[in-house]
């Protein structure tokens, strides 16, 4: 969450918006509150979406989501981290299920040494 601020401000918020463009950072929202930002985006959407240029792809710009004031800030800081958990929920869900249907042979549902297959004492991984 940015809040609005001078040259260093926008500096930093722009890393991290490039940051995010080229995934270097995921699943991090970039939130910027106040009206300046909005402006800041519709400055980078008239001049960066410009087709003769090409600088950016429109989803670039999608990255920072602008609201006028801290609740809505609040707000969307909830909504990502809902997301947030829930996805990770279904991730360790997906996890688990590959872990169940990669079990090393004769393990009896131990993974040896934290993976399915190892290499250090020769268990090699069967598929369930």
Known sequence: MVAPGGIGTVLETLMVWQLLQVRHLHDTPLILVGTM???LVRWAHAHMLDPRLALVNPEDLSIPRCVATADEAIEAIREHHARWRHDRGNAAAAAA?????????????????????????????TIR
């Open 37 to 39: 930002w909005s402006e």
């Open 97 to 125: 299920s590959m872990v169940r249907r990669l079990r090393p042979a004769g393990t009896r549902g131990r993974v040896c040494h934290g993976r399915a297959g190892c290499a250090a004492c020769g268990v090699a991984a």
